[in-house]
Antibody
């Protein structure tokens, strides 16, 4: 059974940094792309980033490019999101989500999600 | 960037009725479209991928259709547990960038 558990959220001042983690279990972690999706309070879903299993492919939404860095440790089954230069509009629940794989390969949809970790950017 | 527009913003129906939710893309996304369901306080759940394929464990009352720019999620006969917010999501061809629609709230009439 796939299990994703995020941690590392909290209150941070504008301009500050935070590092989120996601612990994965129940599947062969290194075989899958995995990513982050966020949801501001009372708002819709916004894709943030994903990374390939081999770590050679990464992609970011324009809203976070140059400020956030995604990485993973396949030996420890962990995903990370380093967030720098945080702004008030980065305030959101951050979900770790596994990218769906079909017989055709990577499908760039999210088939398993954690419960999220809340990041609040405020002075 | 491809923009997805969902309609209506809110849909009020009764259990047993048929629900039809729409998602329109600002440019063709072929069939690279998914639908998710999200209940309050819960993570989203993948329902449909590649426009019309049900994800594992999804009841047959959920179906998806469309291609290009116009897509539809249909729930054939609403169950009480179906009242939630529904999002569509597309992936661009290459490099794959991902965007979500703003959501449709399906509420009990």
């Amino acid at each position: 059974q796939v299990h994703l558990v995020e941690s590392g959220g909290g209150l941070v001042r504008p301009g500050g940094s935070l590092r989120l983690s996601c612990a994965a279990s129940g599947f062969t972690f290194s075989d899958y792309y995995i990513g982050w999706v966020r949801q501001a309070p009372g708002k819709g879903l916004e894709w943030v980033s994903y990374i390939s299993g081999a770590r050679n492919i990464v992609s970011y939404a324009d809203s976070v490019k140059g400020r956030f860095t995604i990485s993973r440790d396949n030996a420890r089954n962990q995903l990370f999101l380093q967030m720098n230069s945080l702004r008030a509009d980065d305030t959101a629940l951050y979900y770790c989500a596994r990218v769906f794989m079909s017989l055709r390969g990577v499908e760039y949809y999210f088939d398993n999600w954690g419960q999220g970790t809340l990041v609040t950017v405020s002075s | 960037e491809v923009v997805l527009t969902q309609s209506p913003a809110t849909l009020s129906l009764s259990p047993g009725e048929r629900a039809t939710l729409s998602c329109r893309a600002s440019q063709s996304v072929s069939d690279y479209l998914a639908w998710y369901q999200q209940k309050p306080g819960r993570a989203p759940r993948l329902l449909i991928y590649e426009a019309s394929n049900r994800a594992a464990g999804i009841p047959v009352r959920f179906s998806g259709s469309g291609s290009g720019t116009d897509f539809t999620l249909t729930i054939s006969s609403l169950e009480p547990e179906d009242f939630a917010v529904y999002y569509c999501q597309q992936r661009s061809n290459w490099p794959p960038l991902i965007t979500f629609g703003q959501g449709t709230r399906l509420e009990i009439k």
